[in-house]
């Protein structure tokens, strides 16, 4: 089933927009450690998040130090936190499992550059696919990134390389 998440809401009028085109998913960006035009912080975060109407899920897009992560996690309670940055096969088994205790589901962004590396310490997509399988995430976000912009590019992920992921990485 494909599910809709859409990225960097900033208002209440982003909210409705979105709800009212059936997204599944409300992505806020919080504090992310990258200048970003659509970073919130904490507070804001939280106060749009209260407006979101039930059975639409809130997703907090995160980055930075496990700790910061956790930090954010239990501020603004969202339903789902993303990890988009370069936290290692170990820093997410960690944090998804500790999320996971206090009911809040992980997605890891798998970033990928213009030639099918990720942006990851395992750069094989394939292979990084199958190593966060093993983890307690709940999903894989496939995204883009480039040396100068790690996140919003604009750029098209290469869908055959995205299907061979999703074919070889194990499913639940």
């Not at 927009?17 to 806020?28: I, Y």
């Not at 988009?84 to 998804?96: D, G």
């Not at 996971?100 to 997605?107: A, D, E, F, K, P």
């Amino acid at each position: 089933m494909t599910r809709v998440k859409i990225c960097g809401l900033m208002n209440e009028g982003d909210i409705r927009c979105c709800v009212q085109a059936g997204v599944h998913g409300l992505g806020f960006v919080v504090e992310y450690p990258v200048n970003v035009p659509w970073n919130l912080t904490v507070d804001k975060a939280k106060e749009l998040m209260h407006k979101v109407p039930p059975f639409v899920s809130t997703v907090a897009v995160v980055g930075g130090t496990s700790e910061h992560i956790l930090k954010v996690a239990k501020e603004t309670r969202p339903h789902i936190i993303q990890l988009h940055s370069t936290q290692t096969l170990q820093e997410v088994k960690e944090l998804a499992q500790e999320l996971n205790l206090q009911g809040i589901q992980v997605i890891k962004a798998l970033r990928l550059d213009q030639e099918g590396k990720c942006d990851f310490e395992i750069d094989d997509p394939l292979i990084a696919a199958r190593s966060l399988a093993q983890t307690s995430l709940s999903a894989l976000l496939v995204d883009s990134y480039t040396k100068s912009k790690p996140v919003g590019t604009g750029v098209k992920v290469d869908y055959s390389l995205f299907r061979h992921c999703k074919k070889k990485a194990p499913s639940r």
